[in-house]
C-alpha cells in the first residue's frame, strides 16, 4: 500500500528528508511557508549539495495557502518547521490526516508533547535528528551530513503509539542511519543539551563551527551550559540516552559526558558547519534559542537551580533579535562574564 507522506516545513533539513524519500520513490508532498522556495522547488526541483555527490529530485511543493485545498489525507507527516512554529503547523495539517496516521516532530527542542496536545499522542512519535545543512538559494540546499553521517532515533512516549516506530524508522533510513529509543523523550532533552552547548553560543558570535571551537574561552561556555542543562534535565526526571550513534556504554560510563557529547557533534558536522541559529541572525528571523537554551532557564527557575550561562546565552540572543546589539566576537566577553559568576 502506498504511503502518503507530508514533510510541513522545507527549510534546509527538511529539503534533505524530502528530497531523500522522493528519490527512493515514496509518495511525498513538500509544504513550506517560503515563498521563493516553493516556486523554485516547482519550477526548478530540489537540489542537494554534499561533498560526495550533488544531485537534484523534481518534488511536488506546496505552499502553506495551498493546503486548504488538499482533498487527500496522509497517512505520515513530518514536522520539520521551527520548534516555536509546531502547534499552528499541526492545527494546519491535523485536518488532513488519516484517523490513523502518524505525525513526527523532527526538531530540535523538545516539540513532541506540543505535537500530542494538536493531533494525540496516539498519533505522535518522537524523534531525535543529527543532520547539518544550510539553504544556499532557494531550491538549493549544501548538506554537511550526508545519508552516511546522518542519524535519527524514533521512539513512542504513550503506549497508545507504541510498537509503530518501525513504519516511520523505514522511511528515515533512506535518510541516515535510524534507531528505535525506547526513551525518546530523554533522548530529546539529550539531544537539547548539544544544542545548549552549541547552536547559540557559536551563532552568538557569528562564527561557524571551525572559527567558534579555535578560541579557548567557548569550549568552557559550552560545557558550562550542558552542566546546567544536564542538572534541570536529572530534575525533570530524564535520562542521559545514546545519541549521534554514540553507545550506551560511551554516555553512561564516563566522567566526560558532556566533553563526549560535545566532541561527537563538532566532529560530524565538521569545520564547516553553521549553526542554523547564525543563519537566523544574518536574516534577522527569530531563533530557537529561547526554547532550547530559554527552556533550561525556564525549568531551572522552577527548581530553584541556577542556570546563568544559558540565561546570558538567551539573553544575548533576544537583544540581536530585537536589533539592540549585533552578533560577532564583541559578545565573547559577555559569554565568559556568565561562566565566571
Request: aromatic share 4%; charged share 20%; net charge negative.
Amino acid at each position: 500500500m502506498t504511503v502518503r507522506i507530508a514533510v510541513l516545513g522545507t527549510g534546509a533539513n527538511g529539503s534533505c528528508v524530502a528530497a531523500d524519500l522522493t528519490r527512493a520513490g515514496h509518495d511525498t508532498v513538500l509544504i513550506d511557508q517560503w515563498p521563493s522556495h516553493v516556486e523554485a522547488m516547482r519550477t526548478g526541483g530540489l537540489t542537494i549539495q554534499m561533498a560526495e555527490e550533488e544531485f537534484r529530485v523534481a518534488v511536488r511543493a506546496h505552499h502553506l495557502c495551498d493546503v486548504c485545498a488538499f482533498t487527500d489525507r496522509f497517512d505520515v507527516v513530518l514536522v520539520m518547521v521551527k520548534a516555536y512554529d509546531t502547534r499552528w503547523a499541526c492545527e494546519l495539517i491535523k485536518p488532513y490526516l488519516q484517523p490513523d496516521a502518524l505525525v513526527v516532530g523532527i526538531q530540535n527542542a523538545m516539540t513532541a508533547v506540543d505535537i500530542a496536545d494538536v493531533v494525540g499522542a496516539e498519533r505522535t512519535l518522537g524523534c531525535v535528528v543529527e543532520l547539518s545543512s544550510q539553504i544556499a538559494a532557494p531550491g538549493r540546499v549544501e548538506r554537511n551530513t550526508p545519508p552516511a553521517r546522518s542519524w535519527f532515533a524514533v521512539g513512542s512516549f504513550d503506549p497508545r503509539s507504541a510498537g509503530r516506530e518501525g513504519e516511520i524508522a523505514s522511511l528515515l533510513e533512506h535518510c541516515g542511519r535510524t534507531e528505535i529509543s525506547g526513551n525518546i523523550l530523554s533522548a530529546k532533552w539529550t539531544k537539547l543539551i548539544v544544542n545548549a552547548m552549541t547552536m547559540g553560543p557559536h551563532a552568538l558570535l557569528g562564527l561557524g563551527t571551525r572559527d567558534a571551537i579555535a578560541i579557548p574561552q567557548m569550549r568552557e561556555v559550552a560545557l558550562r551550559a550542558g552542566s546546567e542543562a544536564l542538572a534541570v534535565g536529572h530534575r525533570l526526571g530524564y535520562s542521559i540516552e545514546p545519541v549521534f550513534g554514540l553507545t550506551r556504554e560511551d554516555v553512561r560510563n564516563t566522567n566526560r559526558l558532556l566533553e563526549v557529547l560535545y566532541d561527537k557533534i563538532i566532529a560530524d558536522v565538521g569545520p564547516n558547519g553553521r549553526a542554523t541559529v547564525l543563519y537566523d541572525h544574518d536574516t534577522g528571523r527569530l531563533s530557537e534559542v529561547d526554547w532550547i537554551n530559554g527552556a533550561v532557564v525556564e525549568a531551572g527557575a522552577r527548581f530553584g537551580i541556577a542556570t546563568p550561562v544559558n540565561a546570558r546565552i538567551a539573553d544575548i540572543t533576544r537583544a540581536i533579535h530585537a536589533g539592540e546589539i549585533r552578533h560577532g566576537p564583541a559578545n565573547l566577553d559577555r559569554l565568559v562574564e556568565a561562566v565566571e559568576t
